[in-house]
Structure formats: C-alpha cells, structure tokens
C-alpha cells in the first residue's frame, strides 16, 4: 500500500519542481569578452543586465516567455556584445555552443544594421 502512495508523492514532486525552478524569476550570468569600460545596464525581454568589468548578471522577478538557452543567449549577447561565458537556469553554455551563440548574435547586430 505505500508504494502507489510514495509513486503518486514522487510524481507530484517531479510535476511541481519545473514550476518551482521558474516561481523565484530569472536570474543568469554572462562574461564579457571585453570587459565594458564602465557600468551598464541594458534590459533584454524582460531581464535586466548589469554588466561591471567582465562580468554580467541578468534577473527578472518574473519572465513571461522563456526562449530557449541558444535563443537567450542570442538576444543577450545582441544586446551586451560578445560573451566569453554564458549561465543561466543552472545551465553553462559549451564553448562550442557559445562561439555559435556570439556568431548568431553578430548575424543578427548586421541585419540590424542593414534594416535601418
């Protein structure tokens, strides 16, 4: 009898947790690939990130979309320049994952650019 009841708590538990990861907001980290010759801060969908030397973090109490990583770290990159280090949801980009992130970003500042 107590198995059904400790698999019905487990699943509760594995349905509930996602949602508790994302109740507390956003909240990532970035590393400049320059650092920024003095303090910025810039809002990207709803985050805002404070960039000081190297080093940048984004938070948000609350994020209504949630793009996916190479997405987020796109528009964040876009936004602040080119990253060195990209975290955030307790995910680290891959290094090959990031070169990908900075040269998608660079694609879309050149669009950007054309447009206007």
Not at 36 to 55: H, I, K, L, M, Q
Request: aromatic letters at 6%; one cysteine or more; hydrophobic letters at 45%.
């Amino acid at each position: 009898m107590q198995f059904p009841v400790l698999s019905a708590i487990a699943a509760a538990l594995a349905i509930l947790a996602p949602a508790t990861a994302f109740a507390g907001g956003f909240q990532g980290t970035a590393k400049l690939a320059q650092p920024a010759a003095a303090p910025t801060s810039t809002v990207v969908n709803g985050v805002e990130w404070r960039c000081d030397g190297d080093g940048c973090v984004g938070t948000a109490a609350r994020v209504s979309g949630v793009d996916g990583f190479m997405r987020e770290c796109r528009k964040v990159s876009e936004a602040i320049g080119p990253l060195a280090g990209y975290a955030s949801r307790g995910r680290t980009m891959s290094h090959g994952n990031l070169r990908a992130c900075n040269k998608l970003a660079e694609d879309g500042r050149a669009n950007q650019v054309a447009t206007k």
